[in-house]
């Protein structure tokens, strides 16, 4: 396999999601020039606030999800690679950015042996169209590395939502609302560790937590690649 994968990166080398350079699928330069999300932050939300100690508003929002983080701002050279990741058929991007999201999941969350890392899922019809979800194609990196089990069930979208983009707060909330289910056995109380490439509201995450805490999960934590402050 090795000899393999030596071979495809000689005859089709890497190139970097985020500025086409040839060498690696995402390169050091981008990498640094990825903008972290910085203290203070919302504890619940994420969300870079102006002030420590003062109040975003998110607790009215978000009920079932216990708390959110995400990596850095959608901007830049991640932006342009979450873009190629997700519509333009840049698989290969998974371990790249899997490895980002490691970074938020060890110094901002966290996770217990028992953790059950659960993607945010698509509906069959685009999963169809797009021929992949790339939230699971995170979710499978993060497993590998973190050593997690996989869930006897699964999420599913059972509401198939025109997209979030240009929709405000109010009208993304009522889009993803009961759109998801848990099938499977009981998570009788689990800790769900939800994975998603980009937060903006918080709402489709909310609606996949209350569809997990509707199947016996405990604490509900997501964290995202990137976020869109809206």
């Given at each position: 396999?090795?000899?393999?994968?030596?071979?495809?990166d000689w005859?089709?080398p890497?190139?970097?999601?985020?500025?086409?350079a040839?060498?690696?699928w995402?390169?050091?330069?981008?990498?640094d020039?990825?903008?972290?999300?910085?203290?203070?932050?919302?504890?619940?939300?994420?969300?870079?606030?102006?002030h420590?100690?003062?109040s975003?508003g998110?607790?009215?929002r978000?009920?079932?999800l216990?708390?959110l983080?995400?990596?850095?701002a959608?901007?830049?050279p991640?932006?342009?690679?979450?873009?190629?990741?997700?519509?333009?058929?840049w698989q290969?991007?998974?371990p790249?950015l899997?490895g980002?999201?490691?970074?938020?999941?060890?110094?901002?969350?966290?996770?217990r042996?028992?953790?059950?890392?659960?993607?945010?899922?698509l509906?069959?019809r685009?999963?169809?169209?797009?021929?992949?979800?790339?939230?699971?194609l995170?979710v499978?990196?993060?497993?590998?590395?973190?050593?997690l089990?996989?869930?006897?069930?699964?999420?599913?979208r059972?509401?198939d939502?025109?997209p979030q983009?240009?929709?405000?707060?109010l009208?993304?909330?009522?889009?993803?609302?009961?759109?998801?289910?848990?099938?499977?056995?009981r998570?009788?109380?689990?800790?769900?560790?939800?994975?998603?490439?980009?937060?903006?509201?918080?709402?489709?995450?909310?609606?996949?937590?209350?569809?997990?805490k509707a199947?016996?999960?405990g604490?509900?934590?997501?964290v995202?690649?990137?976020?869109?402050?809206?």
């Amino acid at each position: 396999m090795a000899g393999w994968s030596r071979l495809l990166d000689w005859l089709l080398p890497p190139r970097c999601g985020g500025c086409g350079a040839v060498g690696a699928w995402l390169c050091a330069g981008c990498r640094d020039r990825v903008r972290r999300l910085e203290e203070p932050l919302c504890r619940r939300c994420g969300r870079e606030l102006e002030h420590a100690g003062i109040s975003c508003g998110c607790r009215a929002r978000l009920r079932c999800l216990s708390r959110l983080r995400s990596v850095a701002a959608y901007e830049g050279p991640l932006e342009r690679a979450i873009h190629r990741f997700k519509y333009a058929g840049w698989q290969a991007l998974s371990p790249a950015l899997a490895g980002l999201l490691a970074e938020a999941v060890g110094r901002e969350v966290g996770v217990r042996p028992e953790t059950q890392l659960v993607p945010v899922p698509l509906h069959p019809r685009r999963l169809r169209q797009r021929g992949y979800n790339q939230a699971e194609l995170l979710v499978g990196e993060l497993r590998h590395r973190l050593r997690l089990p996989r869930p006897a069930g699964r999420l599913i979208r059972v509401r198939d939502t025109p997209p979030q983009v240009g929709l405000d707060r109010l009208r993304r909330r009522g889009n993803v609302d009961g759109a998801f289910q848990w099938q499977g056995p009981r998570l009788a109380g689990a800790a769900i560790l939800l994975v998603d490439d980009v937060a903006t509201t918080g709402a489709t995450l909310e609606s996949c937590a209350a569809a997990l805490k509707a199947g016996g999960a405990g604490q509900v934590t997501a964290v995202t690649l990137a976020r869109v402050d809206v």
